[in-house]
């Protein structure tokens, strides 16, 4: 089993930046599996933020310039730095592991973490 843990949230005013993490444990990231961002503010749908599969990386437009996904494989964690924030951005953000048929559709995934939040105020 896949074992995944968020970390990194927190609030920022706009223009700012953060970085979240996602530990895996159970798989090996380098072993060919998907991670993904997803965010989610209340009342609205789970929203894909972006993907990394090996050294292909995949963006929403929404944060496309502005967030970075990557991973670090000594510490089998996937990141997910995000700049120039904005108070849209503000949602609980989870990441999620699995073999995708469609890499942003959040029920593709078979592993999720917890969720970390992050606020930004205008």
């Known amino acids: 089993q896949v074992q995944l843990v968020e970390s990194g949230g927190g609030s920022v005013q706009a223009g700012g930046s953060l970085r979240l993490s996602c530990a895996a444990s159970?798989?090996?990231?380098?072993?060919?599996?998907?991670i993904g961002w997803f965010r989610q503010a209340p009342g609205k749908e789970r929203e894909w933020v972006a993907t990394?599969?090996?050294?292909?990386?995949y963006y929403s437009d929404s944060v496309k310039g502005r967030f970075t996904i990557s991973h670090e494989d000594a510490k089998n964690t996937v990141y997910l730095q995000m700049n120039s924030l904005k108070p849209e951005d503000t949602a609980m953000y989870y990441c999620?592991?699995?073999?995708?048929?469609?890499?942003?559709?959040?029920?593709?995934?078979?592993?999720w973490g917890q969720g970390t939040q992050v606020t930004v105020s205008s």
């Open positions: 999620a592991a699995g073999w995708p048929r469609d890499w942003a559709r959040p029920n593709d995934y078979n592993y």
């Open positions: 159970g798989y090996a990231i380098r072993d060919n599996i998907y």
């Open positions: 990394i599969f090996e050294v292909e990386t």
